[in-house]
């Protein structure tokens, strides 16, 4: 549970320093974001699980 909450906190910062460094760019990606169909929406944000499982796999041993 730990883990969990240290990986969760890292999105938060990560997200955090995007919005106050790129701001303009963060409002432009999500409005992309707005505009594309969920198919492909979906399909990136199962590879993005699927990676991430993979990257905490490799890492974790």
């Known amino acids: 549970m730990l883990d969990f909450l240290v990986a969760l906190g890292l999105v938060f910062v990560i997200e955090g320093l995007v919005f106050a460094a790129f701001p303009g760019s963060a409002k432009r990606a999500m ?15 199962i590879a993005c699980a699927v990676i991430g499982v993979i990257l905490v796999w490799l890492v974790r041993g």
Not at 32 to 41: K, Q, Y
């Open 31 to 45: 409005s992309a974001v707005l505009g594309m169909p969920d198919i492909p929406l979906r399909l990136t944000g």
